[in-house]
């Protein structure tokens, strides 16, 4: 079948005769030559024989047909289908090039028989032959390869053809550009000729026209020239006259003029009579720019004038504080010193000219006097303390080291009045800090003025401007105007020159009062806490005022308070503790008379008031007791000094917030040691041999008791006082001190009241023990004696039964009252009952007529003691006292209504009334 179609496309028939012909030879009918529902072996069998004389009649009528059609196509397609079609046809007439046949070893870029494997895959097979056959293999390998090369040089030759017509349509396009350049440069030649004559004829003429115009230029501009160099002149003149004038904006903005001209005009600047004017610009413009520095410098500052340093109000204030405190001042007339006028009104009225003046004259010119201001404001500073500390101490003391104080070094200074300022008084000394507050203020407050009127007038500050209209309108008004050029980076230079210079003179200031602070510092250390809370409320008030002007904190001053704060603390802790052991050493545990004010004092206390009254030791009122939380108490004299000791470290935590932690351990410390020594003296019985007490009385105890409770009830509001100031862990760790202080001084207290109640029980005891043997001296003596009255025993129980029950009712409070006594009453009657019960009185009427009348007493005495808890005790000794009486047989002689009994109670009343008390050893 293979064959049969190559033979219809060779004879030039197409695809469906070629399909219908297979068909045919096969004898399968084609589905449009089967007719539906006709067998296929209908139709005879057809060979190709039976077509030969038809294709003989038509083959070359159909090869023509071919050719027109393709013919036809060629003329209507581009010129790319045209070379594909002529390729095609070349493929048709010399048949399909046969490059597959050629191996791919041949088309590779490495290719090279020299190396042997590429020669062995182009050669294969020759290796395997044999000596004899190896010449005929050798022949039919180049032929192979001769048939691949002619392969491709068929292949090569068709593509060629095939690229032929566009070979020679682009050789026609270079023949006529060859042609078209010919002609441009037949023109080109044309025009330069025309060019040529055209220059002949008008150019040089023009020419000759620009050479006049030039020159004509020429001499315009050496007459503009000549007309310059006058007007330089002039200007140098006019520069010279307004500096004469004191006219500084105008001159500088001449001078600005002739730089600018100079600059502009190199020809001017090289001549002759101009080299020398640059220097005299500088010149000029130097004097210029220091006269208005000095200007405004000296219109912005303080005047130094050591009279108007301090005003003569302080001066006078002064020198009655020293009459005061035992100095002799010298007399002064107050009236000669002036006063500083440093008021707003007249700072602008000697700032703001030469402020616009600068603001005319350029940015750098306001911010060099700026910088030039605040040199001269720290030099004032610094010296000015030299001349009011001067001032002021011989205003109290009559000396002067130096006239010139302005002219003295800092150490010079120091060491020139150190030995003076060391001895003032601390009063005195307190009105010296103020009265230099007051200096630096007036330096602060001018300083801060200038900034106010940088931030307003350059830094267009709405607030600031207010008030500097409110003080003069116009002024400012026109110091605005001359800022609007103003350049941003100097505006921000301006305002941040104007605002170190505030905390300049505030850091110079604070130094220079650290400085004095020091030098008093051995003094300061020694003084009462009212004179050091004093020189710290000064400092306080400096450090106020200049910390809120210069919104930074004044570290060198704080560091120089706080140093000598610890120094402080740390002597007056120590101080207190000897003085608070020599006062033990001398208490007399006696009911103290406070002083006037000392409840105030306590309740400023308790209630955590922040203003804490003044209390004089000295100054004794009526009272001896204080009320805390409607409870009184009767402090013996340590226990008040104690507390007004800790009312001066209250102050100090307060007044000095940093030091409050180590002020907080200093009184937790304080309240210990009274505790632990109150405990030693009373408890200990250590007042017997310190004091020279003869016994530790009830009373002893209950004075201790009642200075310890007083301590115990103000603890938690000196607990919250002096933790508040306090964050941190270190907080928590105080509050833990305070609460185990207080447990401390709550066991001490209850250790007092067990003292108590073991004194009335040795009493008791000693009292049975007589008892016992008052009933058997009554068995001795026998049955016939009649009974007088209560025993010794009952006599004497029942007195200090009452003294105990006096004291305690006139100083503890109820509820110690209820549990002292109580407990007292409870283990008396349990000792007295147990110990009758164990008496054998038999049938000795006497020995129990004389039990019934001391039970009777006894009882009689208990029934005025509080009760802790149930009556079980006193019904017990009731009880007691009526079984005794009912075996007491009924008098034998008539006698009053008021019987022996009578008699008896009579005779304990007297006792209770002695002011005999109870002691032991």
């Given at each position: 079948?293979?064959?049969?179609?190559?033979?219809?496309?060779?004879?030039?028939?197409?695809?469906?005769?070629?399909?219908?012909?297979?068909?045919?030879?096969?004898?399968?009918?084609?589905?449009?030559?089967?007719?539906?529902?006709?067998?296929?072996?209908?139709?005879?069998?057809?060979?190709?024989?039976?077509?030969?004389?038809?294709?003989?009649?038509?083959?070359?009528?159909?090869?023509?047909?071919?050719?027109?059609?393709?013919?036809?196509?060629?003329?209507?397609?581009?010129?790319?289908?045209?070379?594909?079609?002529?390729?095609?046809?070349?493929?048709?007439?010399?048949?399909?090039?046969?490059?597959?046949?050629?191996?791919?070893?041949?088309?590779?870029?490495?290719?090279?028989?020299?190396?042997?494997?590429?020669?062995?895959?182009?050669?294969?097979?020759?290796?395997?032959?044999?000596?004899?056959?190896?010449?005929?293999?050798?022949?039919?390998?180049?032929?192979?390869?001769?048939?691949?090369?002619?392969?491709?040089?068929?292949?090569?030759?068709?593509?060629?053809?095939?690229?032929?017509?566009?070979?020679?349509?682009?050789?026609?396009?270079?023949?006529?550009?060859?042609?078209?350049?010919?002609?441009?440069?037949?023109?080109?030649?044309?025009?330069?000729?025309?060019?040529?004559?055209?220059?002949?004829?008008?150019?040089?003429?023009?020419?000759?026209?620009?050479?006049?115009?030039?020159?004509?230029?020429?001499?315009?501009?050496?007459?503009?020239?000549?007309?310059?160099?006058?007007a330089l002149q002039q200007m140098r003149l006019d520069m010279d006259v307004f500096v004469e004038s004191t006219d500084y904006p105008g001159a500088l903005q001449i001078a600005e003029d002739i730089r600018k001209t100079l600059a502009d005009d190199r020809v001017l600047a090289e001549l002759s009579c101009f080299r020398k004017l640059p220097e005299h610009i500088e010149r000029t413009v130097s004097k210029v720019r220091n006269v208005m520095i000095s200007d405004f410098v000296a219109g912005a500052s303080l005047p130094?004038?050591?009279?108007a340093v301090v005003s003569p109000k302080t001066l006078e204030h002064l020198s009655k504080v020293a009459a005061a405190n035992g100095l002799k001042p010298p007399a002064a007339n107050f009236n000669e010193a002036p006063q500083f006028g440093d008021k707003r009104g007249n700072v602008l009225d000697t700032t703001i000219p030469p402020f616009i003046a600068l603001l005319f004259s350029g940015s750098s010119f306001v911010c060099d006097a700026l910088e030039a201001w605040s040199s001269a404001m720290s030099e004032d500073?610094?010296?000015?303390?030299?001349?009011?500390?001067?001032?002021?101490?011989?205003?109290?003391?009559?000396?002067?080291?130096?006239?010139?104080?302005?002219?003295?070094?800092?150490?010079?200074?120091?060491?020139?009045?150190?030995?003076?300022?060391?001895?003032?008084?601390?009063?005195?000394?307190?009105?010296?800090?103020?009265?230099?507050?007051?200096?630096?203020?007036?330096?602060?407050?001018?300083?801060?003025?200038?900034?106010?009127?940088?931030?307003?007038?350059?830094?267009?500050?709405?607030?600031?401007?207010?008030?500097?209209?409110?003080?003069?309108?116009?002024?400012?008004?026109?110091?605005?105007?001359?800022?609007?050029?103003?350049?941003?980076?100097?505006?921000?230079?301006?305002?941040?020159?104007?605002?170190?210079?505030?905390?300049?003179?505030?850091?110079?200031?604070?130094?220079?009062?650290?400085?004095?602070?020091?030098?008093?510092?051995?003094?300061?250390?020694?003084?009462?806490?009212?004179?050091?809370?004093?020189?710290?409320?000064?400092?306080?008030?400096?450090?106020?005022?200049?910390?809120?002007?210069?919104?930074?904190?004044?570290?060198?001053?704080?560091?120089?308070?706080?140093?000598?704060?610890?120094?402080?603390?740390?002597?007056?802790?120590?101080?207190?503790?000897?003085?608070?052991?020599?006062?033990?050493?001398?208490?007399?545990?006696?009911?103290?008379?406070?002083?006037?004010?000392?409840?105030?004092?306590?309740?400023?206390?308790?209630?955590?008031?922040?203003?804490?009254?003044?209390?004089?030791?000295?100054?004794?009122?009526?009272?001896?007791?204080?009320?805390?939380?409607?409870?009184?108490?009767?402090?013996?004299?340590?226990?008040?000094?104690?507390?007004?000791?800790?009312?001066?470290?209250?102050?100090?935590?307060?007044?000095?917030?940093?030091?409050?932690?180590?002020?907080?351990?200093?009184?937790?410390?304080?309240?210990?040691?009274?505790?632990?020594?109150?405990?030693?003296?009373?408890?200990?019985?250590?007042?017997?041999?310190?004091?020279?007490?003869?016994?530790?009385?009830?009373?002893?105890?209950?004075?201790?008791?009642?200075?310890?409770?007083?301590?115990?009830?103000?603890?938690?509001?000196?607990?919250?006082?002096?933790?508040?100031?306090?964050?941190?862990?270190?907080?928590?760790?105080?509050?833990?001190?305070?609460?185990?202080?207080?447990?401390?001084?709550?066991?001490?207290?209850?250790?007092?009241?067990?003292?108590?109640?073991?004194?009335?029980?040795?009493?008791?005891?000693?009292?049975?023990?007589?008892?016992?043997?008052?009933?058997?001296?009554?068995?001795?003596?026998?049955?016939?004696?009649?009974?007088?009255?209560?025993?010794?025993?009952?006599?004497?129980?029942?007195?200090?039964?009452?003294?105990?029950?006096?004291?305690?009712?006139?100083?503890?409070?109820?509820?110690?009252?209820?549990?002292?006594?109580?407990?007292?009453?409870?283990?008396?009657?349990?000792?007295?009952?147990?110990?009758?019960?164990?008496?054998?009185?038999?049938?000795?009427?006497?020995?129990?007529?004389?039990?019934?009348?001391?039970?009777?007493?006894?009882?009689?005495?208990?029934?005025?003691?509080?009760?802790?808890?149930?009556?079980?005790?006193?019904?017990?000794?009731?009880?007691?006292?009526?079984?005794?009486?009912?075996?007491?047989?009924?008098?034998?002689?008539?006698?009053?209504?008021?019987?022996?009994?009578?008699?008896?109670?009579?005779?304990?009343?007297?006792?209770?009334?002695?002011?005999?008390?109870?002691?032991?050893?």
């Amino acid at each position: 079948m293979g064959t049969l179609s190559a033979m219809v496309a060779s004879v030039g028939l197409d695809a469906s005769v070629a399909r219908a012909l297979e068909s045919v030879v096969s004898g399968t009918p084609s589905a449009s030559a089967r007719a539906p529902g006709t067998s296929a072996s209908l139709l005879p069998e057809v060979s190709m024989k039976d077509f030969e004389g038809y294709l003989r009649r038509t083959r070359e009528r159909y090869a023509e047909f071919v050719e027109q059609r393709a013919y036809a196509a060629a003329a209507r397609a581009t010129p790319e289908e045209r070379s594909e079609a002529r390729l095609r046809r070349y493929e048709l007439e010399e048949g399909v090039s046969e490059l597959s046949s050629v191996p791919d070893l041949f088309f590779d870029e490495t290719f090279d028989l020299s190396r042997p494997e590429t020669f062995a895959r182009a050669c294969a097979g020759l290796e395997d032959q044999s000596l004899r056959n190896l010449a005929r293999a050798s022949m039919d390998a180049q032929e192979h390869l001769s048939a691949h090369l002619d392969t491709i040089e068929q292949h090569l030759i068709r593509e060629i053809i095939a690229k032929s017509d566009e070979f020679f349509d682009a050789l026609k396009e270079l023949r006529d550009l060859h042609d078209s350049m010919t002609e441009t440069q037949i023109t080109v030649g044309s025009m330069r000729q025309t060019v040529r004559n055209i220059g002949e004829h008008l150019v040089k003429p023009g020419q000759l026209m620009i050479d006049l115009n030039d020159k004509r230029d020429k001499m315009q501009g050496l007459t503009e020239k000549f007309a310059s160099i006058a007007a330089l002149q002039q200007m140098r003149l006019d520069m010279d006259v307004f500096v004469e004038s004191t006219d500084y904006p105008g001159a500088l903005q001449i001078a600005e003029d002739i730089r600018k001209t100079l600059a502009d005009d190199r020809v001017l600047a090289e001549l002759s009579c101009f080299r020398k004017l640059p220097e005299h610009i500088e010149r000029t413009v130097s004097k210029v720019r220091n006269v208005m520095i000095s200007d405004f410098v000296a219109g912005a500052s303080l005047p130094r004038d050591a009279k108007a340093v301090v005003s003569p109000k302080t001066l006078e204030h002064l020198s009655k504080v020293a009459a005061a405190n035992g100095l002799k001042p010298p007399a002064a007339n107050f009236n000669e010193a002036p006063q500083f006028g440093d008021k707003r009104g007249n700072v602008l009225d000697t700032t703001i000219p030469p402020f616009i003046a600068l603001l005319f004259s350029g940015s750098s010119f306001v911010c060099d006097a700026l910088e030039a201001w605040s040199s001269a404001m720290s030099e004032d500073v610094r010296q000015i303390e030299h001349v009011a500390v001067d001032v002021m101490l011989s205003r109290v003391t009559g000396e002067r080291v130096k006239s010139s104080t302005t002219c003295m070094e800092e150490g010079v200074f120091d060491s020139a009045y150190a030995n003076a300022i060391r001895k003032l008084p601390g009063e005195v000394f307190v009105e010296m800090l103020v009265a230099l507050t007051e200096t630096f203020n007036a330096y602060f407050e001018r300083a801060n003025q200038i900034k106010l009127v940088i931030r307003g007038v350059i830094g267009n500050d709405e607030e600031a401007l207010t008030q500097l209209r409110s003080i003069d309108e116009n002024l400012i008004l026109a110091a605005h105007e001359a800022a609007t050029n103003f350049d941003y980076v100097c505006s921000q230079t301006a305002l941040a020159t104007s605002n170190e210079a505030l905390n300049k003179v505030i850091d110079i200031a604070q130094g220079r009062f650290a400085k004095i602070l020091g030098i008093r510092a051995p003094m300061n250390i020694n003084l009462s806490a009212r004179e050091f809370m004093r020189i710290m409320d000064a400092t306080n008030g400096f450090l106020d005022l200049a910390e809120s002007l210069g919104k930074h904190r004044c570290l060198s001053l704080r560091s120089t308070v706080a140093n000598q704060s610890k120094a402080f603390i740390r002597e007056q802790h120590a101080t207190a503790s000897t003085k608070l052991v020599s006062l033990l050493e001398c208490e007399t545990w006696a009911l103290a008379k406070l002083p006037k004010h000392f409840q105030a004092l306590v309740d400023a206390l308790a209630d955590g008031t922040s203003k804490l009254p003044d209390v004089m030791s000295e100054d004794v009122g009526d009272a001896s007791f204080v009320v805390v939380a409607d409870e009184k108490f009767h402090p013996v004299n340590s226990a008040v000094l104690l507390l007004q000791m800790l009312t001066d470290y209250v102050r100090l935590a307060r007044q000095i917030p940093s030091l409050s932690t180590e002020v907080t351990h200093r009184t937790i410390d304080l309240v210990k040691q009274y505790n632990t020594a109150v405990c030693q003296l009373i408890l200990g019985a250590g007042a017997m041999q310190v004091s020279k007490l003869k016994s530790i009385t009830a009373k002893h105890l209950c004075l201790a008791q009642q200075s310890v409770s007083l301590f115990a009830s103000l603890l938690p509001t000196l607990q919250e006082a002096m933790c508040a100031l306090i964050e941190g862990p270190k907080h928590v760790l105080l509050r833990q001190e305070f609460e185990r202080m207080l447990r401390d001084l709550k066991l001490h207290k209850s250790e007092i009241h067990d003292k108590l109640v073991s004194i009335m029980r040795d009493r008791v005891e000693f009292h049975l023990h007589r008892l016992a043997s008052i009933v058997e001296s009554l068995r001795d003596e026998g049955n016939v004696k009649q009974v007088d009255g209560a025993s010794d025993f009952a006599i004497s129980l029942t007195k200090e039964m009452g003294t105990l029950r006096r004291v305690i009712c006139e100083l503890l409070s109820e509820d110690d009252r209820r549990d002292v006594l109580g407990r007292v009453r409870d283990e008396a009657v349990a000792s007295i009952v147990s110990r009758v019960q164990s008496l054998e009185s038999g049938d000795n009427l006497r020995i129990i007529a004389q039990l019934s009348v001391d039970l009777d007493v006894c009882a009689d005495s208990m029934k005025e003691m509080p009760v802790s808890g149930a009556d079980a005790s006193e019904d017990a000794l009731a009880s007691l006292a009526s079984a005794f009486r009912l075996k007491v047989p009924p008098p034998v002689v008539n006698e009053p209504a008021d019987d022996v009994s009578a008699r008896e109670k009579e005779q304990v009343g007297q006792n209770k009334a002695a002011d005999d008390k109870p002691s032991t050893d």
